[in-house]
């Protein structure tokens, strides 16, 4: 069949079904799990694995298992921290991480959130060969047919100990169950680093309250927005902004690891044991209101961000309102000025038609007593001179009117 019509990213993308695969193991086995994190960037995978026997790599290498020393070696890298898996039969010092696993951890640059060891344990003829602490939650996992004890502690190794106690789990259901065991505390670690962030949030919150309400004092007290509210709103806004983007990375992180925390303690189907918590109940009595806390960080956060942003549109309302005002302002000067200007041109326009009238009256007076010289009667002159006052009055007044109305600029 021709598939050159295929996705590019089919492949890849069907791959990831099989991108993470679980180690599988029978019988008595210790598994040490460690995750690493790097505050800078995202940690690398030690190049010596690539050389390991065994190697068996997904997603170009950012996944795999291998053979290491006197166990198998499998490693995940994930967008914020790398997790290193090593599986061994218990020895007689199987409380103490092997030293080869130790020296392949130390290869990767940055810190330790999450160490775990599992001990796995068959149960023969009903009988336990290790016996867990007394101060140990447990629950029944896989629908009965395995338990798990732990007292999530840290040991004298820094690891938090937990026992599977294998009823009837077949190599790849103990595998997967392991996995789970694994990815619940992982998570769990990996969604507590919120925590400082939100600690952090909330003393911010605070200061940011302070000087929110500040400025909306301000705005409120204000007959005109000045230079130094207005860089007080930008100050403000931008200070929050930057804060905002840090946090709300982290606990968008944390939400989704709280998720998956609660996915996998659904997923190992927990039962009750006799006398003792469940693991659910108690990571849930326990790390549920650190959560909470994050998520409630978060709320105010975002509450903040929203007065700000509302404080902001206020203040920029109220100076398009001063602007508004000082162009209302500004159009009545100019309309005063107007009238000012059209009275002025009128008063003007009521002396050049005196002074034009006065001049050709002169003229005309002047045309009548050279023409008397020449044997005119003078009265006669005079009655004329007093006929075209008004004649040339009312001709220089409709032809300022002409000229006015040939330019409408000018009316």
């Not at 160490?115 to 939650?137: F, L, M, Q, S, Y």
């Not at 840090?246 to 609660?262: N, P, S």
Request: proline share 3%; net charge neutral.
């Amino acid at each position: 069949m021709d598939l050159n019509f295929s996705h590019p990213l089919r492949a890849e993308l069907h791959n990831e079904l099989h991108a993470r695969p679980s180690l599988y193991f029978e019988g008595d086995t210790d598994v040490w799990h460690v995750a690493i994190v790097d505050d800078n960037r995202q940690p690398c995978v030690p190049s010596c694995l690539s050389s390991l026997e065994g190697l068996s790599i997904t997603q170009q290498g950012k996944h795999g298992i291998a053979s290491c020393m006197d166990g198998r070696i499998k490693w995940e890298l994930h967008a914020e921290f790398l997790t290193l898996t090593f599986v061994t039969v218990p020895s007689e010092q199987s409380a103490v991480p092997p030293e080869s696993f130790l020296k392949l951890c130390a290869l990767v640059e940055g810190q330790t959130i999450a160490a775990i060891h599992v001990r796995v344990r068959d149960e023969k003829c009903g009988k336990r060969t290790d016996e867990p602490n007394a101060d140990c939650v447990a629950s029944e996992v896989g629908g009965g047919d395995a338990e798990v004890h732990s007292n999530f502690r840290l040991d004298q190794n820094g690891f938090v100990e937990m026992i599977l106690f294998n009823k009837s789990l077949n190599a790849y259901r103990t595998g997967r169950m392991v996995r789970r065991l694994l990815e619940i505390e992982t998570y769990r670690m990996m969604a507590l680093l919120a925590m400082p962030v939100a600690r952090r949030t909330l003393l911010e919150l605070a200061g940011y309250d302070r000087r929110l309400s500040r400025l909306i004092a301000h705005m409120q007290s204000a007959t005109k927005v000045d230079k130094a509210l207005l860089s007080e709103v930008t100050s403000l806004s931008s200070d929050v902004l930057n804060f905002s983007a840090t946090a709300r990375k982290r606990f968008g992180a944390a939400r989704a690891y709280a998720e998956i925390v609660a996915s996998r303690i659904e997923e190992i189907r927990e039962g009750r044991v006799e006398q003792r918590q469940r693991i659910g109940t108690f990571i849930g009595r326990r790390f549920q209101p650190a959560i909470r806390t994050c998520h409630a960080a978060e709320r105010r956060l975002d509450e903040l961000s929203e007065r700000v942003r509302l404080a902001g549109d206020l203040l920029r309302t109220t100076v398009q309102v001063q602007l508004e005002d000082q162009n209302a302002s500004l159009l009545a000067a100019m309309g005063e000025r107007a009238k000012a200007a059209l009275h002025i041109q009128q008063a003007v326009e009521g002396f050049s038609v005196i002074a034009i009238t006065y001049y050709v009256i002169g003229l005309v007076k002047n045309v009548l007593e050279s023409v008397s010289e020449l044997g005119i009667n003078t009265h006669f002159a005079k009655s004329l001179l007093l006929l075209a006052i008004p004649l040339v009055l009312f001709a220089v007044w409709r032809s300022i009117q002409h000229i006015r109305g040939s330019h409408p600029s000018l009316s």
